[in-house]
Nanobody, 121 residues
Framework: QVQLVESGGGLVQAGGSLRLSCAAS????????MGWYRQAPGKQRELVAA???????NYADSVKGRFTISRDNAKNTVYLQMNSLKPEDTAVYYC???????????????WGQGTQVTVSS
């Protein structure tokens, strides 16, 4: 089994910063793509930032220049530094990773339970 555990969410005023963390644990042979999605009430889940399988990064246009994704491969952890937060960034943020549980296994997508980020105006 593979678990993704997010932390770092909370309540912050507009213009403030938060840093989200997501640690993968369990049966892990390899981790490929890792990233962050978010879902606001009444809206579809959307990509925020992610590392692709090739190692490059993708960002939603709405967060470019404000958010930075990074990762620590030794710790199987991905981070999301969020600066200059806006009320429209309010959402539940989900971590996702493509994981190969064992050498002869398949790559599967896993999701964390989500962490709430609330930005007050």
């Amino acid at each position: 089994q593979v678990q993704l555990v997010e932390s770092g969410g909370g309540l912050v005023q507009a213009g403030g910063s938060l840093r989200l963390s997501c640690a993968a644990s369990g049966s892990i042979f390899g981790i490929n793509a890792m990233g962050w999605y978010r879902q606001a009430p009444g809206k579809q889940r959307e990509l925020v930032a992610a590392f692709t399988s090739g190692g490059s990064t993708n960002y939603a246009d709405s967060v470019k220049g404000r958010f930075t994704i990074s990762r620590d491969n030794a710790k199987n952890t991905v981070y999301l530094q969020m600066n200059s937060l806006k009320p429209e960034d309010t959402a539940v943020y989900y971590c996702t990773a493509k994981v190969k549980p064992r050498l002869l296994g398949q790559w599967n997508d896993y999701w964390g339970q989500g962490t709430q980020v609330t930005v007050s105006s």
